[in-house]
């Protein structure tokens, strides 16, 4: 998608340089050779997407030209280019909201990082505002729906699972979930649930990883009375219990070997016996399974029945971790903002810009569950309508102590920022084993581009 970038910068060599970069990238460039020229363009044209100023012109400097162009949109990204400051004027310019700096000489592979960064953080604002001011679609409606039960996301990843949702939802096959951890596994198969024949039957769940075998055992098919000690009464197990209605076996994966026998013959025959009882008991169960292991691998080195495996997984349904659908993040944060802050602080109504930053540039190992828990925890802290990156927990205001960078001392602004790179490049080079695309996953750039940066600073 094409989008308007607004190159201010009164050396004609760096503003065509510039220019030809972003209109390979296949963008649109505006150009001014002033700091009174830039704003004024800028004010001509509403749609322009991220600003690059230099910092050092005659007349306006890049810092009055970023505080302008804020009052006129506090929410466009903002770039500036140094080849002089100071770490004064650094800080300076990111209170009033710079999205980065680029220091002289650049290349141009860095410029089309920084550029795909913050047309990035630009659309997520664009998304973050549509949620503030148009609630109305969360609503379920036509393509490229917010909300498809209680799965929020725009993304063609997402949309991909609503709609298999919508197509096995009316069948009685069942189906095998394989997503990493908070992705929202549980949130599909209530959903499969919802819409399907059974929706007026019981909706079921057992956590096969919570419970020991014998429990476990015990939970699935129910016991009779004194079939162990401490069984004062009979029980009904949770295929009894959801009788025309789904079970949901989350944490498949950790079934032991010995269970998974007695689990198959019941997803066959849909007829078990009670523990410690004799006479067969009938069900009509739909079985929605989910976990966060590799099957495949189970299977092939022997920790899990393949005659199980392929009962369960007549419909695979995958979920993408968030860092594989970022485009979602503003919706999630906003539509957690909305579900929480009446009851933790009221007062807050969204996300300011840079602290929605943080939120595109983090991993997010623990998916879904943990953007709502971090949600949570900067409402509490938060200070007016928006929570700010003073709110924020600590591992998004520093990736973690383990990633905490050393600043140099007596050092220029460009020489800092370089050797923070190099930093920040080699722990995640470390913590990858050595690897290049893992490297490059953790710090969220293309391989290409990671090949630069280490020949740059002699890491290998």
């Known amino acids: 998608m094409s989008s308007t970038i607004l190159i201010i910068d009164d050396n004609e060599t760096i503003r065509e340089g510039l220019a030809h970069t972003i209109k390979r990238m296949g963008h649109t460039a505006l150009k001014a050779s002033s700091g009174v020229g ?31 162009i804020k009052d006129m949109d506090p929410n466009v990204p903002t770039m500036i280019i140094t080849g002089f400051g100071t770490v004064e004027t650094a800080v300076e310019a990111m209170k009033l909201g710079a999205f980065d700096f680029l220091t002289k ?25 549509r949620l503030q001011a148009h609630n ?40 095998f979930v394989w997503g990493e951890s908070g992705t929202g596994k549980e949130l599909v198969a209530r959903a499969i649930h919802n819409l399907g024949k ?23 098919f129910g016991h009779e009375k004194g079939a162990f000690t401490g069984a004062i009464k009979s029980k009904l197990g949770r295929f ?19 269970m998974q026998v007695k689990l198959l013959r019941a997803l066959q025959e849909q007829e078990f016996e009670r523990v410690g009882g004799e006479q067969p008991v009938k069900v009509d169960v739909r079985v929605i399974s989910a976990t966060n292991k590799d099957l495949d691998k189970e299977v092939a080195e ?31 944060v906003q539509h957690f903002i909305e ?101 490059a996953r953790l710090l969220g750039i293309k391989t290409s581009a990671l090949y630069y940066k280490l020949d740059k600073y002699g890491i290998s």
Not at 106 to 128: G, I, Q, Y
């Open 38 to 68: 830039g704003v004024e363009l800028f004010r001509q044209n509403p749609g322009v997407a991220f600003v690059i100023s230099d910092l050092k012109m005659d007349g306006m400097d890049g810092v009055e030209v970023l505080r302008q």
């Open 339 to 439: 579900k929480l802050a009446p009851r933790t602080n009221p007062e807050v109504t969204g996300i300011a810009d840079d602290a929605l930053g943080r939120f595109m540039a983090y991993g997010w190992p623990g998916n879904v569950r943990e953007l709502e828990n971090v949600i949570e925890q900067s409402l509490v802290f938060a200070e007016g309508k928006q929570i700010g990156v003073g709110a924020l927990p600590a591992v998004l205001q520093t990736q973690g102590d383990e990633e905490r960078l050393e600043v140099p001392k007596e050092m220029s602004l460009p020489d800092i920022l370089e050797d923070l790179e190099r930093q920040l490049i080699l722990k995640a080079f470390h913590k990858a084993g050595g690897v290049k695309t893992e490297t």
């Open 136 to 175: 109305q679609y969360l609503q379920e409606e036509s393509e490229g729906r917010y909300r498809f039960a209680d799965l929020i996301g725009g993304s063609e990843v997402m949309s991909k699972v609503f709609r298999t949702i919508e197509k096995i939802a009316r069948t009685d096959s069942s189906v």
């Open 302 to 332: 022997g920790r899990f029945r393949e005659d199980l495996y392929y009962r369960l997984h007549i419909i695979p349904v995958t979920l993408p971790p968030l860092r594989d659908r970022r485009e979602d993040i503003s919706l999630l």
């Open 105 to 129: 000489p650049f290349a141009p592979e860095l410029v089309r990082l920084k550029v795909e960064r913050a047309l990035e953080l630009s659309k997520a604002h664009r998304d973050n505002s």
């Open 240 to 258: 009894e219990l959801a009788h025309e209605g789904t079970l949901f076996l989350d944490e498949i994966g950790d079934v032991p070997p010995s």
């Open 198 to 220: 059974r929706k007026d039957g019981p909706f079921i769940k057992v956590n096969c990883g919570a419970l020991t075998e014998t429990l476990l055992e015990s939970e699935l």
